[in-house]
């Protein structure tokens, strides 16, 4: 396995459009989580998930962003109607339930809205 | 609600020197921590977890500390090198949920010049 996998790395789209992310964790790591990071700061919490159950969401996450874990592998992120304020680093982190309970990084999505 | 923040903002050495990284949370009763590195545009690799019960842990010319109590945690870096130059991320788990958010400081950019 090689780790936490993100698609695309990067995404170009106009204000107003939707886009989707997608995120592997790493298999068999039954929690999943997505943060943003904005230039300069460090990463906040968007989501979580544990398998297909999606446990807890942050204020951050308005009703224009929706994620989905189907299967309890693979997760989507889509933001609906784009705004310039969404222009930022969507990073996605895996661990496993048992054990110690380390995050494990994608290498991220790099949002850009015009 | 949990802050996490780092000092310094940026640090700049030559080569070969040992420093120190600072990280402060402002509530004690935290799971584990983390430290991370940041690549510019890349996503995060994980250095160090250090579980609550726990004071410090090593890994080669890293050694991370925690002091729950005083809500204070260091990265030691030894004999630094051009190739540790990077975004030093800490990250704290909140006890108390079984959900395991981290919340980020806004890191320390570290130079290291030859």
């Known amino acids: 396995d090689t780790g936490v996998s993100q698609n695309p790395r990067h995404k170009i789209t106009k204000r107003g459009q939707n886009v989707t992310f997608r995120c592997d964790p790493i298999?068999?790591?039954?929690?999943l989580y997505w943060y943003r990071q904005t230039l300069g700061q460090g990463p906040e919490f968007l989501t979580y998930?544990?398998?297909?159950?999606?446990?807890?969401k942050s204020r951050l996450l308005s009703d224009r962003f929706s994620a989905e874990r189907p299967k309890g592998s693979f997760s989507t992120l889509e933001i609906q109607r784009t705004e310039q304020g969404d222009s930022a680093m969507y990073l996605c982190?895996?661990?496993?339930?048992?054990?110690?309970?380390?995050?494990?990084f994608g290498p991220g999505t790099r949002l850009t809205v015009l | 609600k949990q802050e996490v923040t780092q000092i310094p903002a940026a640090l700049s050495v030559p080569e070969g020197e040992n420093l120190v990284l600072n990280c402060s949370f402002t509530d004690s009763a935290i799971y584990n921590l983390q430290w991370f590195r940041q690549d510019p545009g890349k996503g995060l690799t994980s250095l160090l977890l250090?579980?609550?019960?726990?004071r410090e842990q090593t890994s080669g010319r890293l050694n991370a500390s925690l002091d729950k109590s005083s809500g204070r945690s260091t990265l030691y870096i030894a004999a630094s090198q051009p190739g540790d130059s990077a975004t030093y991320l800490c990250a704290v788990r909140d006890g108390g949920t079984s959900y395991g958010k981290l919340t980020f400081g806004q890191g320390t950019i570290l130079t290291v010049h030859p």
């Open positions: 298999s068999e790591h039954n929690r």
């Open positions: 998930f544990q398998n297909e159950a999606q446990l807890e």
């Open positions: 982190a895996s661990s496993p339930v048992t054990g110690v309970d380390e995050q494990f």
């Open positions: 250090i579980q609550s019960s726990q």
